[in-house]
Each structure stands twice: as structure tokens, then as C-alpha cells.
């Protein structure tokens, strides 16, 4: 298996997942966000304990790109501090961007780094980065 066949297994394993997508009981925030080129739509839910991401998770729906990137994002963010998930959001967006390239430097990202090459298909890289962007907003608020 090559790894682009290992990425593609990787985003439909995460899309088919719902372990994230739930609703999280009394969450501190929710921030919604929308993709109005394809439709796409989250609702980013989260629960902290001081400054760290206690729990998250997500409702909506979309694509599999959008739905993957979701739940592989909350995977890495839960446990972290805000600041944390803050520098994993601009990894990844410099990631897409292709700002990064060197897969040492993008470890941190652990399964995200299945959407590195997303920049191929621009069509898509408004649902990888949804709830990157969603996250951040909702952070920075």
C-alpha cells in the first residue's frame, strides 16, 4: 500500500467514525462554521477546564474531506492547552499551504498530515480547512 492509499483509508476511517460527532453535554462554546462553496457545515463544540481543550466534538454534515479533517483535528486537540491547538491550527493550515513540507517538522499533526496534499485538489481545501479555521475563531473569541 502506497501512502496516498494509506491517506484515502485514513480520511474514510475518520469520515465513517462518529465517535466525534455528538453533541458534548453543556459545552463552554460552540462556534458554528460554513462552507458556502460546497455547502459543508459544523458545529464546533467545547468543553475546557481552564486553559486546556477538555473535551470536543462536532455536529453537521458535509463532505468526507470536511468530516475526516473534523474529527482527526478533535482527536489531536483534546488534552491540549489552547495555545497548543492554536500553533497545531497554523501547522496545518501552513501545511496546505505548502509553507511546510518537510514531514519531520509536521509530526505534531500525527493523522492530519493525511491532507498535505490536498493543495492538488483546490476544489477541496475549503472542507479540509473548515474546522481549522472554526477552531481558531472559536478560540481566539
Known amino acids: ?28 462554546h460552540i462556534e458554528l462554521g460554513h462552507n458556502p462553496s460546497c455547502g459543508d457545515e459544523i458545529s464546533l463544540e467545547l468543553k ?8 470536543a466534538a462536532f455536529t453537521g454534515h458535509g463532505c468526507a474531506i470536511s468530516q475526516a479533517s473534523t474529527s482527526i ?23 496546505i499551504k505548502k509553507d511546510i513540507k518537510d514531514d519531520n517538522e509536521l509530526e505534531e499533526l500525527e493523522d492530519a498530515i493525511a491532507f498535505k496534499n490536498i493543495s492538488n485538489m483546490p ?17 481566539n473569541e
Open 73 to 95: 483535528m478533535i482527536d489531536l486537540i483534546k488534552g491540549k492547552k489552547k495555545e497548543e491547538a492554536l500553533k497545531l491550527v497554523d501547522m496545518f493550515l501552513a501545511m
Open 48 to 55: 475546557f477546564d481552564g486553559d486546556i481543550i477538555k473535551d
Open 1 to 28: 500500500m502506497d501512502l496516498n492509499e494509506l491517506y484515502t483509508e485514513l480520511i474514510s476511517e475518520h469520515n465513517q467514525n462518529k465517535e466525534n460527532k455528538r453533541h458534548i453535554e453543556n459545552p463552554d
Open 123 to 139: 476544489a477541496r481545501v475549503k472542507c479540509a480547512v473548515l474546522s481549522w479555521h472554526t477552531l481558531k475563531e472559536s478560540i
